[in-house]
């Protein structure tokens, strides 16, 4: 059982930077990792996810604006956001799979996804 525990949320104001990490209990070298975000009354959206192989997809809403990153060494994964925008407020939870390799539609696919973390808050001000 791998336990994610995840950091670095806060209040910005928009067009501010964040940047969260996620610690795991356990190795991530060989797991696919992922940052999802939810924000009250919308659905789950997927935010990006990296693979063994550092290989990185994004959803299209934060292309170019945020970046995953991990360190195995640390068992830590990254999410360096930039230029938020006041629509993006929400919980962002890490995540972590089986395998070390992310399947094609894996950001929208949480189910691909076995372990979970509880989640840091992001508000971000106009």
């Known amino acids: 059982q791998v336990q994610l525990v995840e950091s670095g949320g806060g209040s910005v104001q928009a067009g501010g930077s964040l940047r969260l990490s996620c610690v795991a209990s356990q190795g991530i070298a060989n797991s696919c990792m992922a940052w999802f975000r939810q924000a009250p009354g919308k659905k789950r959206e997927g935010v990006a996810t990296i693979n063994s192989d550092r290989h990185t997809n994004y959803g299209n809403s934060v292309m170019g604006r945020f970046t995953i990153s991990r360190d195995n060494a640390k068992n830590t994964l990254y999410l360096q956001m930039n230029n938020l925008q006041a629509m993006e407020p929400a919980m962002y939870h890490c995540?972590?799979?089986?395998?070390?390799?992310?399947?094609?539609?894996?950001?929208?696919?949480?189910?691909?996804?076995?372990?979970w973390g509880q989640g840091t808050q992001v508000t971000v001000s106009s």
């Open positions: 995540a972590a799979s089986r395998f070390p390799g992310c399947i094609a539609n894996a950001l929208s696919a949480a189910s691909s996804f076995a372990y």
